[in-house]
């Protein structure tokens, strides 16, 4: 049997990957602190080490009591993280660190592994813990991996671009199947073409486990839908899920301004295309789920979930009067 520590594992991305580390013959350790529900706590093995991951002895005491062959870790959001868990974890046969599409410091089509510039990271930002410095802080634990891996540790990182799929607690796509769901027509910013590559989570699962068994030290891969879509196919696509119609209406800014609306404030909308070349995971052995499989699974358990994107509504209201104002046109 072989063994994984997970070290987060009972939320979104992690829960996915304790489910198909199961599904591949692991017995599987998760540690982390415990502050929320185990999906996993009847289940067969799965065992909680209960723990900061920030606190160096945990760490050290939960590899001592999983004896791990690989340790995937979900929950590293600083570099000195990162830097620590390849040390403690140096004898393993596999880390992986999940890294983000974030940590790429340039805009171009597609980004690649091994060509697209990093992020830049300052010491003040590789403590900072807001969303500003979230792409630098991601691409300074990459550089850490590779560090790692030149003193000999089987070290690799996955970077994924934005994570869609069911218990995504983020709410990020729970408010557009929402929207999908409660009208017929909906406000889309911009043309409808906008292209921010997206990852359903069970295939962000697969590919951290099977860069654990198969990826080289010092890589790192991309992890991303095989098919892209724009907004207005993603809307599509969960019209599809929904079985029903809706009409999709088009508003740039102009348009948002007449209700102080701006395009910066939809979900999963971007000015400048977002791509992330997945053929270096690809060799590797993964496959992507079929996009209309992925998305009928991710309708379907939001519909049994008690999310709807609220946070992140710009408010239905200031939307009519953008339809209104589309009407007059």
Request: net charge negative.
């Amino acid at each position: 049997m072989n063994t994984a520590l997970v070290i987060g594992g009972t939320r979104f991305i992690g829960r996915h990957l304790v489910t198909d580390l199961l599904d591949n013959g692991y017995d599987v350790t998760i540690f982390n602190r415990g502050n929320h529900d185990n999906p996993f706590a009847d289940t067969d093995g799965v065992r909680h080490f209960e723990g900061d991951r920030t606190n160096d002895s945990a760490l050290e005491a939960a590899r001592d009591e999983a004896n791990p062959d690989i340790v995937i870790d979900c929950v590293a959001y600083e570099p000195r993280e990162v830097r620590s868990a390849t040390e403690i974890f140096a004898d393993v046969d596999g880390y992986v660190y999940i890294s983000s599409g974030s940590a790429y410091g340039v805009e171009e089509i597609p980004k690649r592994e091994d060509d697209t510039e990093l992020c830049d990271c300052t010491a003040e930002q590789a403590t900072d813990e807001s969303m500003a410095s979230y792409g630098p802080r991601k691409a300074e634990g990459d550089r850490a991996i590779f560090e790692a891996a030149e003193r000999g540790v089987n070290a690799a990182s996955v970077r994924p671009c934005i994570v869609y799929g069911p218990y995504d607690y983020t709410e990020r796509l729970d408010f557009w199947i929402d929207r999908v769901n409660e009208y017929d027509r909906l406000v889309v910013p911009g043309d409808g073409d906008s292209l921010w590559h997206r990852a359903y989570a069970e295939d962000v699962a697969s590919a951290l486990r099977i860069v654990a068994e198969e990826g080289e030290p010092g890589e790192a891969y991309n992890v991303g839908d095989e098919l892209l879509v724009t907004l207005d196919e993603m809307l599509s696509l969960i019209a599809d899920a929904l079985d029903t119609d809706v009409e999709l209406v088009h508003a740039g800014e102009r348009e948002l301004s007449t209700a102080d609306l701006s395009t910066d404030d939809y979900m999963l909308y971007r000015d400048y295309p977002h791509v992330l070349d997945t053929n270096k995971l690809e060799s590797l052995g993964w496959e992507s789920t079929p996009l209309d499989v992925a998305m009928e699974r991710t309708v379907e358990e939001h519909l049994e979930s008690d999310r709807d994107g609220s946070e992140h509504d710009p408010g239905r209201e200031n939307e009519e009067r953008v339809l209104g104002v589309l009407d007059t046109i």
